[in-house]
């Protein structure tokens, strides 16, 4: 090849990329296209989502998990005291026909005590919450939502970019739009069978399929794990993407990240002063952005931490849930 024609292979290969590069960034909806955002909820009686119905009332929610699971797991946690379910594919198995299977055990196994079809549930994915990894695998997200579940935990959420391209994901191109956000890109089919989890028809579904309290009328809740340093940075702005409803701190990654290999040092742990701070730092960004802090609770710390400002326990079928809600004077079912 000619110095000549290597220079141009040089110039176009420069071209092609800058161009894709353009092309994989966010294009603003066309305003005149969408729908203004409902101001409030044009809905009556129950959420589909009971997390949404208690934290109207200002109420905390304790949560259980599982790691996998199918159609017998599913038929079991339908009784579940737990407000919401975690199923957890991060470490666990990346399974989407076993989590339909969950979807449909929950569903046949109902309803649940309070009136719901079933109780929430939302799903961690083995992705790394960067820019680079969300735009190559939003696929999982949409997968994840086509199975009828309520909303996504975002691990090592580390850049507000990274958030935005998860609600995006998982937005409808059709849905109202909203300052910050680019036109969504979940696509047709995806309603068929989360429609059928959600007991409402594929037009309701594709109506109300979007985040809470971004839009009233939504019925997704999406958080962000905030679990190691380069997270902690841009948490203040990350939390604040709109469609973010909750956030945790991680402290068994940030432990990893701070502390080193466990086993290797003594003492301090979660009450090490680096760890206190950036659990502090999590909780402060959340409370000046309004969204939800999610923290680990026992029996002992329930009501402190609910004191604190903890609106999401683990523990959802343990006494320390009991506790709490009995702290909190809850009167609803559970």
């Known amino acids: 090849m000619s110095t000549r024609m290597a220079r141009l292979v040089g110039v176009a290969a420069v071209v092609l990329t800058v161009i894709s590069a353009r092309a994989q960034q966010a ?81 046949d196994a109902g309803p649940t005590r309070t009136g719901h079809k079933t109780p929430p549930v939302i799903v961690t994915l083995p992705i790394s919450g960067t820019t680079d990894a969300l ?21 090592n959420a580390e850049s507000p970019e990274a958030a935005r391209l ?38 309701e579904y594709m109506r109300i399929a979007d985040p809470w309290p971004l839009n009233p009328d939504g019925e997704l809740l999406f958080g962000l794990k905030i679990e190691n340093p380069r997270a902690d940075a841009n948490v203040e702005t990350s939390v604040r993407v709109p469609g973010i409803a909750f956030a945790e701190w991680g402290p068994g990654d940030h432990g990893f990240f ?43 710390t329930v009501v402190d931490q609910l004191k604190e400002g903890v609106m999401i326990c683990t523990g959802g079928d343990s006494p320390a849930a009991d506790k709490g809600r009995a702290f909190t004077k809850r009167t609803d079912p559970w």
């Open 27 to 107: 294009v603003p909806p066309d305003n005149a296209a969408l729908p203004e955002m409902p101001k409030q909820t044009t809905r009556t009686g129950k959420h589909v989502n009971r997390v949404i119905d208690m934290w109207l009332k200002n109420q905390p929610v304790y949560y259980a998990q599982t790691s996998g699971g199918g159609y017998e797991d599913g038929k079991r946690l339908a009784a579940t005291k737990a407000d919401y379910i975690t199923y957890e594919m991060e470490h666990g198995p990346l399974d989407f026909k076993e989590l339909r299977e969950f979807m449909r055990g929950l569903v």
């Open 135 to 155: 735009r190559a695998n939003a696929w999982m997200i949409q997968q994840a939502l086509a199975t009828g579940v309520h909303g996504i935990l975002l691990c």
């Open 166 to 203: 998860m609600i995006e994901a998982a937005r409808y191109p059709f849905a109202p739009r909203v300052d910050g956000l680019a036109q969504g890109t979940r696509g047709n089919g995806s309603q068929a069978y989360a429609s059928q989890m959600w007991g409402v028809t594929a037009a």
């Open 258 to 300: 701070l502390l080193g290999r466990p086993g290797t040092y003594q003492g301090g742990g979660e009450a090490s002063p680096q760890m206190a701070a950036v659990r502090r730092r999590v909780l402060n960004a959340t409370k000046a952005a309004g969204v939800k802090f999610l923290n680990a609770c026992n029996e002992t």
